[in-house]
């Protein structure tokens, strides 16, 4: 059991060590996460569509929102369980939220990485990423089997 749990523990940090060298291959670190994050969400509040969707639901919260997200970024970046959060729960019930405004999110995020990534790979990492999980979110809060199958659809 103990050998169990150290191979555990020794695997944990292996994946840990390698995330830690690709990021800092490409530039990445928790200096630049903040800094994304700080910029990336004020030009979200200054955004038409998605600024007041946001802050209908984050007034009063925004530090909080803050911190947490940059935590997100950082336990996906180095995968080391800074977040332990239920992104699709969260999404859940934000007022005026709709398909559309995904990929409204993922252009304002390349254009803030176009502006700030220290290089085109941390830019490509972040997009990647980014781009995946809007998809599952997109997914898992407006699956519709009527997308895929045309009999399902109503008139
Ligand atoms: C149009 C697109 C999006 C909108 C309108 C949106 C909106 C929001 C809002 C309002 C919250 C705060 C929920 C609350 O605390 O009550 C939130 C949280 C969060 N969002 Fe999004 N979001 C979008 C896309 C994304 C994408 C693409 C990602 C990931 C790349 C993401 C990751 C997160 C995470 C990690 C949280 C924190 C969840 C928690 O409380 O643990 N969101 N989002």
Redesign the pocket.
Known sequence: MNNELQARAAHVAAIRERAEAEMKAIGIDDAFIGNLVDTFYGRILAHPE?GP??DA??SG?WPE?MA??KS?WSSVAFRNGA?G???VQ??LG?AN?TPE??P???ELFAATLDDIAPNPEAKAWFMA??ER??KS?TLSLFYNPAIDDPALKQN
């Open positions: 998605l969707v946001f639901r984050l919260r929102h947490k997200m997100f977040y959060g239920k992104p969260a999404h934000v939220m405004l995904f409204k999110w993922l990423t980014a999980i809007a979110l």
